[in-house]
Nanobody, 122 residues
Framework: QVQLVESGGGLVQAGGSLRLACAASGLTFSSFAMGWFRQAPGKEREFVGRINRSGGITYYADSVKGRFTISRDNAKNTVYLQMNSLKPEDTAVYYC???????????????WGQGTQVTVSS
């Protein structure tokens, strides 16, 4: 049974930082590209960024570029999202997801975590 479990969310002031982690089990983690998505209330799920299988290639949405960094540790079956210079508009539920292809489209991600809430106060 595949499980993706996010952690690290919480309440932070604008300008602050958070580091999210997503621990994977039940799959060959190094065989999957990993993505981060977010969904704010009343809005569609939004692509945040992705990382390839080895961790050598990352790509980010323009809205987070230069502030967020994705990394992974295949030995620990974990992918991370380091979020710096947070803004109130970053408030959302953040999800990690696994895909066999490197893509921005949520439709191509097979497995999803349950999400973790990030709230940025102004």
């Amino acid at each position: 049974q595949v499980q993706l479990v996010e952690s690290g969310g919480g309440l932070v002031q604008a300008g602050g930082s958070l580091r999210l982690a997503c621990a994977a089990s039940g799959l060959t983690f190094s065989s999957f590209a990993m993505g981060w998505f977010r969904q704010a209330p009343g809005k569609e799920r939004e692509f945040v960024g992705r990382i390839n299988r080895s961790g050598g290639i990352t790509y980010y949405a323009d809205s987070v570029k230069g502030r967020f960094t994705i990394s992974r540790d295949n030995a620990k079956n974990t992918v991370y999202l380091q979020m710096n210079s947070l803004k109130p508009e970053d408030t959302a539920v953040y999800y990690c997801a696994a895909s066999r292809v490197l893509t921005d489209s949520p439709d191509s991600y097979y497995y999803w975590g349950q999400g973790t809430q990030v709230t940025v106060s102004s």
